[in-house]
């Protein structure tokens, strides 16, 4: 697909339905808290597991733009990393661990990746598990087994947490190459974490993971199912362990697999997160890197006010669409 010339600094989004995310309405909001008051942010929308020549066109568009100053890039993580890696001037440590790429950035005229997913969602989780979590015996199962999941295994298993890990974190998928690969990787990690791989093609094999794991696990949605994709990797039927976290790594979308863990909560007793604080942290740490800029924590704070008040403002605008919507049916 052919790509415009930009006659102004321009930030890309790489995703696959990029027009309904929050951040294209967010980030001019935010470009002015920073002081970033001649950037723009555009999406670039491409097919779930996109030819190797489309990755490649749009990072070598990237590339060779002077104004685009660089990209966020989600789903297409570990395929555009594989497509286009020779065309990046420099590999961060956790892209070339992880074989993935987050972040896409310029610096003195080099084309920059970096996979950010191993600090943002280390902050997302520091924000919602308890200290100390582990000591009480619970699994973690993740299913999807993507770039999330291979940061957050990351995360979950880094030396400097000591005892405070778990003792077996479980991957699904519904393809085995994908499977094979994240076991490829993630044997790379230097930790007494034991990890289990599954092919579950089906919900309803998931299902029967979920059934197996202790009380107190963490049960994470990273498949994107339920955002780019309609649906849930579980049933109906699936049942949540006693008091465990459950992790829905979309904040939009028809968040069926949120849904179903809330339906769950009190009589399981489960801590339910959305994606919101994740998709926050995931966003401000690409930013720094294309703009060249530190986010502090107070920065931060403003920022996720910002963001707070833009979804106050969608949620009152939806209440009264539906209003008006009952008002016309009567």
């Given at each position: 697909m052919p790509y415009e010339p930009n006659d102004r600094p321009t930030f890309y989004f790489i995703g696959v339905t990029t027009g309904s995310s929050s951040i294209m309405k967010l980030f001019p909001l935010w470009a002015e808290a920073l002081g970033l008051t001649d950037a723009r942010i555009k999406g670039m929308d491409?097919?779930?597991?996109?030819?190797?020549?489309?990755?490649?066109?749009?990072?070598?568009?990237?590339?060779?733009?002077?104004?685009?100053?660089?990209?966020?890039?989600?789903?297409?993580?570990?395929?555009?990393?594989?497509?286009?890696?020779?065309?990046?001037?420099?590999?961060?440590?956790?892209?070339?661990?992880?074989?993935?790429?987050?972040?896409?950035?310029?610096?003195?005229?080099?084309?920059?990746?970096?996979?950010?997913?191993?600090?943002?969602?280390?902050?997302?989780?520091?924000?919602f598990i308890p200290q100390n979590h582990w000591a009480r015996g619970g699994d973690v199962f993740l299913m999807g087994a993507g770039g999330s999941a291979l940061a957050i295994s990351s995360y979950l298993t880094r030396p400097e947490h000591g005892d405070n890990i778990p003792s077996r974190i479980v991957i699904s998928n519904r393809s085995q190459a994908r499977l094979d690969s994240a076991k490829e990787l993630l044997g790379r990690l230097e930790t007494k974490t034991r990890f289990e791989y599954r092919l579950c093609p089906e919900p309803r094999d998931n299902d029967a993971v979920l059934a197996g794991l202790p009380e107190h696990s963490l049960v994470v949605n990273a498949t994107g199912l339920g955002k780019d994709r309609p649906g849930s990797p579980l049933t109906d039927a699936a049942v949540f362990p006693a008091g465990s976290l459950v992790w829905e790594l979309n904040y939009r979308g028809d968040l069926l697999f949120l849904r179903q863990a809330e339906a769950q909560r009190e009589e399981r007793g489960l801590r339910v997160e959305d994606g919101w604080i994740y998709f926050l942290h995931g966003w401000t740490q690409v930013i720094q890197d294309v703009f060249q800029i530190h986010i502090d924590k107070p920065t931060f704070r403003r920022l996720e006010q910002i963001a707070l008040e833009l979804q106050r403002q969608g949620q009152q605008q939806q209440g009264q669409e539906r209003q008006g919507q009952q008002q016309q049916g009567r």
């Open positions: 491409l097919p779930i597991h996109a030819s190797p020549e489309l990755y490649r066109e749009a990072v070598g568009f990237l590339k060779n733009d002077p104004n685009s100053l660089g990209a966020l890039v989600t789903t297409h993580k570990i395929d555009l990393f594989h497509a286009a890696r020779d065309l990046f001037d420099e590999l961060d440590p956790y892209a070339l661990q992880f074989e993935e790429l987050s972040s896409i950035s310029k610096q003195d005229g080099r084309l920059l990746g970096a996979a950010k997913d191993p600090i943002s969602s280390g902050l997302a989780m520091e924000a």
